[in-house]
C-alpha cells in the first residue's frame, strides 16, 4: 500500500521559508513522477512543481518560479519542496503526489496525473 505523508506547514512571516517534505512508503523510486500541488479556501488546487525519472528539468509554473524548488532524496524515500519568499498568495493546504509513469515534462502539471496524495499540510503566511 503506497502512502505520502506530508510534514513541515507551519505559520511564516512574508517573506520567509519552508521546506515541506513527503515521506513515501510502498512505492518504488525506479520509474515516477512526484509534485506538489496547493488548494486555497475557495480555489482549484493548483500544481506548484513535479518532477520525473529520466526527464531533465522539473515544472514550476510562473507564480512560483525561483521562489518554489522540488528535490528529492530516493535512498530516504522522501521528497520535498524549498518554499522562499513567501508571499500573500502562498498560504493553502500543501499536497504531495506520485505516479509510477514519468509523466511530468516540464511543460506543465494535472492533477489527474497523480495516482498517489498526501493529506496536506498548511501553511500559513501572516505577520
Known amino acids: 500500500q503506497v502512502q505520502l505523508v506530508e510534514s513541515g506547514g507551519g505559520l511564516v512571516q512574508p517573506g520567509g521559508s519552508l521546506r515541506l517534505s513527503c515521506a513515501v512508503s510502498?512505492?518504488?523510486?525506479?520509474?515516477?513522477?512526484i509534485g506538489w500541488f496547493r488548494q486555497a479556501p475557495g480555489k482549484q488546487r493548483e500544481g506548484v512543481s513535479c518532477m520525473s525519472s529520466g526527464i531533465g528539468a522539473p515544472y514550476y509554473p510562473s507564480s512560483v518560479k525561483e521562489r518554489f524548488t522540488i528535490s528529492n532524496d530516493n535512498a530516504a524515500h522522501t521528497f520535498y519542496l524549498q518554499i522562499n519568499d513567501l508571499r500573500p498568495e502562498d498560504p493553502a493546504v500543501y499536497y504531495c503526489?506520485?505516479?509510477?509513469?514519468?509523466?511530468?515534462?516540464?511543460?506543465?502539471?494535472?492533477?489527474?496525473?497523480?495516482?498517489?496524495w498526501g493529506q496536506g499540510t498548511q501553511v500559513t503566511v501572516s505577520s
Open positions: 503526489a506520485a505516479d509510477s509513469y514519468p509523466g511530468c515534462a516540464g511543460y506543465g502539471m494535472s492533477e489527474y496525473e497523480f495516482t498517489y
Open positions: 510502498g512505492f518504488s523510486f525506479d520509474r515516477y513522477a
